[in-house]
C-alpha cells in the first residue's frame, strides 16, 4: 500500500523567512503532485512533477522531485501572508486511471 | 477557463437517506473521480471512472456507493443509505488522461445527522 507523509504537519513562520516542506512516500512512483487548499475551499493544482529530478518554480515556491529517495520537497521563499494555507502532496502509481494518494498535509500559517 | 463544477455545494441529510452528488467535469476530460475529505484530514481516493465503467475503487467505496455518468457532462456520486460516518466534503475531479494533472471541483459538503 502506497503511503505518503509530509512534515511537518503544521508551519507556523514570520513573513519573510525561508523554509521546506517534505513529502516522503513509500513506493516507486514517478509522478507527484502539489496541491494547495485553502480552508473551506478546493484543492488547486501548484505543480505536476512528471520525472526524477524535476523542478518547477512559481513565484515564491519552487518544487523538486527526487524519485530514487522517494522524496519531494516544497520551498518557500521569503514567506507572505497570502501564501498562508495548507500544502498537499499526492502520488499516483503506474497504471491506468490513476489514482491519487495524498500526505497528510502541510498547515502553513504565515505571521505579519 | 474551463472548470470543473458541483452542485450541491451543501447536501443535509438525514441517516439512511440516499443523497446524490452531482459534478459536470472539464469538457474534453475521459477521467473522472470521486474523493473526499473528512473534516481536518487528508484526501482520500474514492473512485475512478473511464469509458463509462469504474477503473478503480478503494475500500471505503463499498456497496453503498456508485457512481453513473448518465449523459455526456454530468458524472453522480450515489449514497444509498447514509450513515454519520459519511459526513465529509466530496470532491470530484477530472482529467484528460490517466498521468495527467487531476482538476478538483470546488466540493459538495456532506452533512448527515
Known amino acids: 500500500e502506497l503511503k505518503v507523509e509530509q512534515n511537518p504537519l503544521f508551519l507556523s513562520m514570520q513573513e519573510g523567512k525561508n523554509y521546506t516542506i517534505y513529502c516522503n512516500y513509500s513506493t516507486t512512483s514517478d509522478r507527484l503532485y502539489w496541491y494547495r487548499q485553502d480552508p473551506g475551499k478546493s484543492l488547486e493544482s501548484l505543480f505536476v512533477?512528471?520525472?526524477?529530478?524535476a523542478v518547477k518554480q512559481e513565484g515564491r515556491l519552487m518544487a523538486s522531485l527526487d524519485t530514487k529517495a522517494r522524496l519531494s520537497t516544497l520551498h518557500i521563499t521569503a514567506a507572505v501572508h497570502d501564501l498562508s494555507a495548507t500544502y498537499f502532496c499526492a502520488v499516483d502509481m503506474t497504471g491506468t486511471a490513476s489514482k491519487l494518494t495524498f500526505g497528510t498535509g502541510t498547515r502553513l500559517q504565515v505571521t505579519l | 477557463e474551463p472548470e470543473v463544477t458541483q452542485t450541491p455545494s451543501h447536501q443535509v441529510t438525514q441517516m439512511g437517506q440516499e443523497v446524490i452528488l452531482r459534478c459536470v467535469p472539464i469538457s474534453n476530460h475521459l477521467y473522472f473521480y470521486w474523493y473526499r475529505q473528512i473534516l481536518g484530514q487528508k484526501v482520500e481516493f474514492l473512485v475512478s471512472?473511464?469509458?463509462?465503467?469504474?477503473?478503480?475503487k478503494s475500500e471505503i467505496f463499498d456497496d453503498q456507493f456508485s457512481v453513473e455518468r448518465p449523459d455526456g457532462s454530468n458524472f453522480t456520486l450515489k449514497i444509498r443509505s447514509t450513515k454519520l460516518e459519511d459526513s465529509a466534503m466530496y470532491f470530484c475531479?477530472?482529467?484528460?488522461?490517466?498521468?495527467?494533472?487531476?482538476?478538483f471541483g470546488p466540493g459538495t459538503r456532506l452533512t448527515v445527522l
Open positions: 471512472f473511464y469509458n463509462n465503467e469504474i477503473s478503480e
Open positions: 512533477l512528471l520525472s526524477n529530478g
Open positions: 475531479a477530472s482529467s484528460v488522461g490517466p498521468y495527467n494533472e487531476q482538476f
